[in-house]
């Protein structure tokens, strides 16, 4: 496991060389994501991190995992309910999401986007990276009773 002074260090240095000041909050938003290796939304965020840290707030949580995928720490994951979940995974691989109770869950897989990414170019856009997600059902809701949670992915997310 990474040591708190490594992840820091490895922070610090990316948003001082982006001209972003290093403030206590943004150290205590990527150790929390680094540590936990898993699909975070900025709600399940802030109340993991607000009964140590009362100060922090939404706003300053929404504002740190936008500058955190900015600098390649994290990637947004928009899911077909519409919410906004945060992976602490960069490395490229994909996601499986269900339709039914919102779980997210990483794949490998191989997947040739040469054909999409040209088609970008060719669009004028400049390609960051891509991902693909599949939606359908995970094993639990396709044997099980649907539960329709409206919640979205925050208390299953994987």
Do not use: K, W
């Amino acid at each position: 496991m990474t040591t708190d002074a490594a992840l820091d260090a490895e922070l610090t240095a990316a948003l001082r060389e982006r001209g972003h000041r290093v403030t206590l909050p943004r150290l205590l938003v990527h150790r929390h994501l680094r540590r936990s290796e898993r699909h975070v939304t900025p709600e399940r965020l802030h109340a993991e991190l607000a009964p140590q840290h009362p100060s922090l707030s939404p706003a300053t949580i929404y504002g740190t995992l936008d500058l955190l995928d900015d600098l390649g720490f994290v990637r947004r994951v928009s899911t077909p309910r519409g919410t906004t979940v945060y992976d602490s995974r960069v490395a490229p691989h994909h996601h499986i999401i269900c339709r039914a109770c919102g779980r997210i869950q990483d794949i490998e897989a191989p997947v040739d986007s040469g054909a999409a990414e040209r088609a970008a170019r060719g669009a004028g856009f400049t390609v960051d990276h891509g991902q693909l997600q599949l939606s359908g059902l995970c094993a639990e809701c396709a044997n099980g009773p649907v539960s329709r949670s409206p919640s979205g992915p925050a208390d299953r997310a994987a």
